[in-house]
């Protein structure tokens, strides 16, 4: 998850957040952030018009996508908040079909690729879904120390390693070695961070730029491919959908498949997507 504000603030400021979290309930938390939301929708006017823009396309009025943008904010806030809870040991609960069809996998000698999206709050599947396989967990640099401590004491819990991304590109032998070992890999689909391989697939109608490769390495290996969204439904549970990605076909039948995938998902949850830009520009 990526919110300027919310995920970048001071670290000492986080581990105050964390400290609250073990004194007060989350929904008292979630009211005193009512009164900070209006300040973030107003200064920042490029996550607002992006979050406005999206609203539109939704087929929202202009005024109605101005809620529309505040909801989105808040909610993104929720599920940050609801990450910080879980460093302090406050209990989500997650539910869905797609529960069965992991500890299936989880179950079986081969691997598998999972392709998340800035979407819900899928970090929270590594903290409430145990695996009775290793897990490879793609990240990307940015974030603070007191985040990547706590994300790194929880999953020391579990079977989940965290892969970083090396200019060296030495990450993608680490996330291959891993998918021959029969382990689940883990990546995100839906943001192109700064490279220049790229897949165009139509999205809400339009075609937008994907990341070539998480679907170029799904094809290149013979496991089964799932899009994976985790959307929050309740005060502290969590669903779990799980869209099985297309076998035959290249790169781009794949990359059309998630799509299609991701947008049920945002048309199902419109209040949960958190790409804070012109996404279809990107």
Not at 74 to 96: C, H, Q, T, W
Not at 156 to 169: A, G, L, N, Q, Y
Not at 192 to 220: H, I, N, Q
């Amino acid at each position: 998850m990526e919110w300027k504000g919310a995920t970048d603030g001071a670290p000492w400021m986080q581990r105050c957040l964390i400290g609250l979290f073990k004194l007060l309930p989350l929904w008292l938390l979630y009211g005193l952030m009512c009164l900070v939301i209006p300040f973030y929708v107003l200064i920042d006017s490029k996550g607002r018009r992006a979050s406005r823009a999206f609203y539109r396309r939704l087929g929202h009025s202009r005024a109605g996508s101005l809620r529309m943008a505040w909801l989105n904010m808040f909610n993104m806030g929720k599920v940050v908040l609801d990450r910080f809870a879980a460093y302090a040991g406050k209990s989500f609960e997650i539910v869905g079909e797609g529960l069965e069809i992991y500890d299936r996998m989880s179950r079986g000698e081969n691997g598998a690729i999972l392709l998340s999206a800035h979407t819900g709050n899928y970090e929270m599947v590594g903290y409430l879904l145990p695996s009775r396989k290793p897990m490879s967990v793609l990240v990307y640099g940015g974030e603070t120390s007191t985040v990547m401590e706590n994300r790194s004491r929880l999953f020391s819990k579990t079977s989940i390693r965290m892969v970083k991304v090396e200019e060296d590109m030495s990450h993608l032998f680490k996330l291959n070695a891993a998918l021959a070992s029969g382990e689940f890999v883990s990546l995100p689909a839906d943001r192109v961070y700064g490279s220049s391989k790229t897949v165009r697939s139509r999205f809400l109608g339009e075609e937008a730029s994907f990341p070539a490769g998480p679907f170029k390495l799904a094809k290149s290996r013979d496991v089964p491919v799932y899009a994976v969204h985790v959307m929050k439904e309740g005060l502290r549970r969590y669903r779990v959908y799980m869209d099985r990605m297309p076998a035959d076909g290249g790169a781009q039948e794949m990359a059309d498949a998630y799509c299609a995938s991701l947008e049920r998902t945002v048309r199902k949850y419109p209040l949960q997507w958190y790409n804070f830009f012109d996404f279809w520009k990107q």
